[in-house]
């Protein structure tokens, strides 16, 4: 049985109001409906290390790592 938390995701730490500048794995973002979406499109994309998402435009910026850690925004 899978059971699927809120705001969780295996692997990954969560930063809210925290941008990534850098690293894209893509030339441009994926959408997805939310969060655990743009987690699920990373860990599934091979190169993923790292994403940033944005859910006030659903973008999720898959990343090839975390650069210096990113920055508060």
Do not use: H
Request: hydrophobic share 35%; with cysteine; net charge positive.
């Amino acid at each position: 049985m899978c059971v699927f938390v809120a705001n969780l995701c295996a692997g990954f730490v969560r930063k809210e109001n925290w941008d990534i500048p850098g690293n894209d794995l893509l030339s441009s973002p994926v959408q997805v409906s939310d969060y655990s979406g743009c987690c699920v499109r990373c860990q599934t994309t091979l190169g993923c290390k790292a994403f940033a998402y944005a859910p006030s435009t659903k973008d999720c910026w898959l990343k090839t790592g975390a650069g210096n850690g990113g920055l508060s925004r």
